[in-house]
């Protein structure tokens, strides 16, 4: 089981930027697709951005040109840099885990983003 913890989050002034790690502990974190998701008070979670173990990326389109999604696999982590952010940026953002396309993610418990217009 993957155990993933997220951190960078915070208040932000629109316009601005922030950095959004997840550390993995575990095996397999280089094979593994991650992802990042959000979900804001009374919406449904949905997905920002994925990333395989290879490096093919895709983004909400949301996000596309203003987020980017990364991984270290030396690292065991994997990043996500907001830029550009808005106001319908803020939520909670949530780190996953993959092992196969059919399988169950695994989730981190998230971190806060909020976007101040």
């Known amino acids: 089981q993957v155990q993933l913890v997220e951190s960078g989050g915070g208040l932000v002034q629109a316009g601005g930027s922030l950095r959004l790690s997840c550390a993995a502990s575990?095996?397999?974190?280089?094979?593994?697709?991650m992802g990042w998701y959000r979900q804001a008070p009374g919406n449904q979670r949905e997905v920002v951005a994925t990333?395989?173990?290879?490096?093919?990326?895709t983004y909400a389109d949301s996000v596309r040109s203003r987020f980017t999604i990364s991984r270290d696999n030396a690292k065991n982590t994997v990043y996500l840099q907001m830029n550009s952010v808005k106001a319908e940026d803020t939520a909670v953002y949530y780190c996953?885990?993959?092992?196969?396309?059919?399988?169950?993610?695994?989730w981190g418990q998230g971190t806060q983003v909020t976007v101040s217009s």
């Open positions: 996953t885990s993959q092992t196969y396309a059919y399988s169950s993610p695994s």
């Open positions: 575990g095996s397999n974190f280089s094979s593994n697709t």
């Open positions: 990333i395989t173990s290879g490096g093919p990326t």
